[in-house]
């Protein structure tokens, strides 16, 4: 995989940039700016190199169809803003453009064509769609990580056209994720947590072997403890999911790999009540266990302080009420601690947490925030991801 940041001679050099700017909107308004931020460097270091940029990406799913609502016209003002940069955004059909040099056209440096999913051919990873948008440019970079397990036209295919390269920020991410896959310093520890045990379970299986301990917190975490002889009352859990909990058990046994679940928990009535601790065998039938408890807080903190690389994956608890989100501020303070004083290496990911990070003001305190959700899960559990492979 060659990186951008390693070619010289861009000056005038057209760039098919394709970024995830699939940001929360609201009433045509952005919500969180995250996915924004995090692509600045790429676009301020190919317009310090004199690059012309044409960027590719797209907001929600309008299924082919035009869509006003997911229109990215909001998005380039942002980054017009952010850049101080005027941006043009190409919203004409590109497939009746008959001249497609929009540098030759427009006065603008930077273009945006409008939301790539507007095309349906963009998910049917067509490859004619692919060839038509290549010929706007000489080379080819992604920068959208958080859509590379897509094997959509603008991710797989633009690379069969154009010499391609990866974004700045796509390289932080890949690398961030092999020193927690495979250029590992131990111990190190998986602090892993959502709803259904069953959307992380091939993650859990392929991190036991590589991992020294694996902390199960969240929702799922209610299936251990049932498993394990006690009530969880009315708490979320999985139905049928003892059989993945006793191959979780056993895999973790075999591979030396420590599993670590609740031991005390704050429980409530309901998702607005008043938060108490319970120790495990006093959970009432009609109490939901929404946070983990004082003890499980140290216990997790200690290990947090005795390894040197950590992954955070998924709240302690329903973080969205503060009476229960405890629990997992005090896990993002301890790693925090720990990574100001350089002790770990941090990586966390999956929507949730980075809410949570964000909340706190700490997104750039841990060494490496993804907000790629499916393909941060998918590069975890070890599969190949089509974006990555079209740029090797």
């Not at 590719?56 to 380039?76: A, N, T």
């Not at 991410?173 to 892993?192: D, F, Q, Y």
């Not at 590069?379 to 089509?386: A, H």
Request: aromatic share 6%; hydrophobic share 40%; glycine share 6%.
């Amino acid at each position: 995989m060659r990186s951008i940041i390693n070619e010289k001679n861009l000056k005038n050099k057209k760039i098919l940039l394709r970024l995830d700017l699939n940001v929360p909107l609201d009433k045509g308004k952005i919500t969180d700016t995250t996915r924004i931020d995090k692509i600045l460097p790429t676009l301020n270091f190919l317009i310090k190199e004199e690059a012309k940029i044409i960027i590719l990406s797209h907001v929600g799913r309008p299924k082919g169809k035009i869509v006003k609502e997911l229109s990215l016209k909001p998005i380039c003002q942002e980054l017009q803003n952010k850049l101080g940069k005027k941006i043009r955004l190409i919203d004409e059909n590109i497939e009746e453009i008959k001249n497609k040099n929009f540098f030759n056209n427009f006065n603008e440096e930077i273009f945006i064509l409008e939301n790539i999913r507007f095309y349906s051919e963009e998910e049917q990873n067509d490859n004619k769609f692919a060839e038509l948008l290549s010929n706007l440019g000489d080379m080819y970079v992604n920068d959208a990580f958080s859509c590379s397990h897509r094997a959509h036209a603008s991710i797989f295919e633009i690379p069969k056209f154009l010499p391609s390269f990866s974004g700045l920020q796509l390289d932080l991410e890949v690398n961030a994720l092999n020193k927690i896959t495979s250029e590992i310093i131990r111990p190190i520890t998986c602090i892993i947590g959502g709803s259904k045990i069953s959307s992380k379970i091939n993650v859990i299986k392929n991190l036991i072997p590589k991992f020294d301990n694996i902390i199960i917190v969240g929702g799922m975490a209610n299936n251990f403890i049932e498993y394990f002889g006690n009530s969880v009352g009315k708490s979320i859990k999985e139905k049928n999911c003892n059989k993945i909990v006793e191959d979780i058990i056993s895999l973790s046994k075999k591979e030396k790999c420590k599993l670590i679940y609740p031991e005390d928990v704050i429980v409530s009535k309901d998702l607005n009540g008043s938060p108490e601790n319970k120790e495990l065998n006093k959970i009432l039938s009609d109490e939901m266990i929404l946070d983990i408890g004082p003890k499980t807080i140290d216990k997790i903190a200690k290990i947090i302080d005795n390894s040197k690389t950590i992954l955070w994956n998924g709240p302690a608890g329903y973080f969205e009420n503060p009476n229960f989100a405890y629990g997992s501020i005090q896990i993002a303070k301890k790693i925090i601690e720990n990574n100001k004083a350089n002790k770990i290496f941090s990586v966390a990911g999956g929507g949730d947490t980075v809410s949570l990070l964000n909340n706190l003001n700490a997104v750039n305190e841990l060494n490496f925030v993804s907000t790629a959700g499916g393909a941060f899960l998918e590069y975890l559990e070890g599969k190949d991801l089509p974006g990555i492979n079209a740029l090797n």
